[in-house]
């Protein structure tokens, strides 16, 4: 079965600096990992998906993502938070057979202090 | 484009009480999932529908039912509600046969008290 670690569940970071979110996930055979970002009271929205290629994956609103195959990593970046990035994060992962279901981590808050 | 909509947006109910949700997927999908949202939690897969049949079930009771309907739209029905299916349910779209985004709708907040 498919999972996701998100080992943090808070993370802080001043208006400005580089914003990274961390993802770890455990799949059979090989992985496609999303990010979603959500709002207070609303659904889901994706940033950017790893299918192939790559490993630096980029996405909307200045994020990027680098897929790590030995650390089974996911990590989620951007090169200077915004205070409007401050919001949850989800990293999901779901195997390349078909099963279409994606599991998805804990979430990590992101606040960015202005 | 509309995107994933779904209603009602907030529901009450109390407990042992039956409840309907309901999805319409994005222009063009065919496949519609249903997600649990639990305050502070990860969505969890319930069920996954694609030609008005029940493809993939997660770890939920048969008490959580669901439908989908020629024109790709979806229902999630819950019966004997418990003060534990209190959470956010959220309902994607996708298309099956393509390693694609699954896009998610707002949600729809359900109480039980």
């Known amino acids: 079965a498919q999972s996701v670690a998100q080992p943090e569940d808070q993370v802080n970071v001043a208006e400005g600096n580089p914003l990274t979110v961390k993802c770890t996930y455990s799949?059979?055979?090989?992985?496609?990992l999303f990010w979603y970002v959500q709002y207070p009271n609303r659904g889901l929205q994706f940033l950017l998906k790893?299918?192939?290629?790559?490993?630096l994956v980029k996405g909307s609103y200045g994020f990027e993502a680098e897929f790590n195959k030995s650390q089974t990593s996911f990590h989620l970046k951007k090169p200077s938070a915004l205070v409007s990035d401050s919001a949850l994060y989800f990293c999901a992962v779901r195997d390349s057979y078909g099963n279409n279901r994606l599991a998805f981590g804990k979430g990590n808050q992101v606040v960015v202090i202005p | 484009d509309a995107g994933v909509t779904q209603s009602p947006t907030h529901l009450i109910k109390t407990r042992g009480q039956q409840v309907t949700l309901r999805c319409s997927p994005k222009s063009g999908h065919d496949t519609v999932s249903w997600y649990q949202q639990a305050l502070g939690q990860g969505p969890q897969f319930i069920f996954q529908?694609?030609?008005?049949?029940?493809?993939q079930r997660g770890n939920f009771p048969d008490r959580f039912s669901g439908h989908q309907f020629p024109n790709y739209s979806s229902e999630l029905n819950v019966n004997a509600l418990l003060l534990g299916d209190s959470a956010l349910y959220l309902c994607?779209?996708?298309?099956?046969?393509?390693?694609?985004?699954?896009?998610f709708g707002a949600g729809t907040r359900l109480s039980v008290l």
């Open positions: 994607a779209s996708s298309l099956l046969l393509a390693k694609n985004i699954q896009y």
């Open positions: 799949v059979s055979g090989n992985p496609y």
């Open positions: 790893y299918i192939t290629g790559d490993n």
């Open positions: 529908y694609y030609e008005e049949e029940e493809r």
